[in-house]
């Protein structure tokens, strides 16, 4: 079976769009065979380094295409993956996560201390630092931002960076070099949110321009190596390197300035086009969106390019079940009975290759407090058979199952096109004697339909980020960026809508890890016990780079640090 590619689709409120990743490691491991990978958890590959690093030279990137829903720079409120990619490499941030590890670690602050009851986040900061325009980085900047994110807040409803302050309501200068930060109540997540993107500092200048202004890059000047020299919607962003540069995390390769000159990223959407450039040199790594096909590597192996990839963490690519009574999901058994109809190593191996890892939960296995569900996903069609036949489910016409006259069929909408690896799942089911229907919508019907459970029944989601509360933003009521979905997903059991709001509460207020450990754990094993998650894909990112990029990173959330990238003739 092979699956085409669509040519593109735009992205809708703070979802971080996907189409899928031909995998060349995951689950801290897994090589593609002729393809050289630098594993999920670092990068350094093939191509890390040949020689003494070489000041000079601009590297051009050529991402997939701008946002068209949100043509936006700003660190605050973007979420799309590529721009927090460029995002990563003007600004900085209070901590970093360590990719090796998911360990968060000083950066722009060298140490922090939390109260016990978890609402005050003390935290001590580097001296000598400066933003590009030459101010110096201390305690009043960093209060500045906070009142910036807040101030954001309320101007942008659904601003992406909303969920990263969340129970944020504060913050003062103790001294020059040292900054509190209040909450309201305690908020897990919140260290982790300090190490993002999305919580870079900014100079306070910044935050005398509009969020709309910043969208377009006007005022961003922040402490990073490159500067943002200028950015122009749905053609590219340049960065120039920052020079006297000093103060990258400590586990980066290069503790001084940039070795490049310039990073040219480039916007194109045809996928052809991309690779193309990579081949002919034009370009120096491809990082896109649609997955390679085994042509494409093939391509790539022959012109003597480099594969890396990385796992993305955050939610995979589950589908999320509407249980709204009258609708075929709020039976528990016909849940059940769609993990034993679905086969997800063939889904893995049929839409992308042999290499491709099986999905194994509702997050990616780089996602910190990942477990493993897998041995409640395993195929078994005779078991699903079983099931459906005796909750009353018998086969009709077609094959397709009937109860009390009413067919087994389920609705999942797609929006633009139909996702990578439905279309063998619709198969699987079919087998079952479920009829898996995918109807195509837009993006301005996407709401409106979601918030009439009468009109769906699984819809696939995801968010990127290097924490698990990344999965509220989908399922919690209040949270969701997608109100009508995280709505329907308990409406037909009020309990299991109480034990999952229950979970997070436990796994973020606290700053016991333990006690977060274990609470994720359970809402993991919840939301699969109860069949609420249908896992479909693992997420991962990867580009392919020119043998002469050396020093190429990925960092926590899998975008590009080219803090140590360095080139060659």
Known sequence: ?????????????????????????????????????????????????????????TLNVSFWMDNASLLCVDPFQVYWIEHRSEIENFTDSLTYQNPANGQIIPHLATSWTISPNGETYTFKLRSGVTFSNGTAFNAAAVVANVNGWLATKAAVPGAYGDSYITNVTGAKAINANTVQIDLSAPNASFLQATSTTNLAILAPSAYQVSPAQRCLGKGLIATGPFVLQSYTPNVGLILTKRQGYDWPPATDPNQG?????????????????????????????DWPRNPFTVQELDQIKQNGDVLESRSLPGVSYPYFANTSPGRPLADPQVRQAIYQATDLQAIAETTYGSSYPVVQSVFDTTTPYFKSESSKLGFNLAGAEKILQADGWTVGAGGIRVKNGQKLVLIAPQENFVAPGVELWQSELLAAGIDLETPIVQASQLFPLLDNPAKWDLFGSYLTRADPGALRGIILPGYATLPGLAKALTAGDASAATQIQALFNQATNTTNTSVTTSAYGQLQDELINQGLVFPLLERVQFAGVSPKVHGFQFTEESFLNAQSIWLSS
């Open 257 to 285: 300035p940039a070795y490049l000159n310039q990073i040219d990223f480039h916007y194109i959407t045809d996928d052809s086009v991309r690779l193309g450039d990579l081949l002919n040199g034009t370009t120096q790594i």
């Open 1 to 57: 079976m092979k699956l085409t590619r669509p040519a593109g689709v735009l992205a809708r409120g703070r979802r971080s769009l996907w189409f899928g990743a031909v995998v060349v490691a995951a689950a801290l491991g897994l090589v593609l065979a002729a393809c050289s990978s630098n594993g999920p958890a670092s990068s350094a590959a093939a191509n890390s380094s040949s020689g003494a690093p070489v000041d000079g030279g």
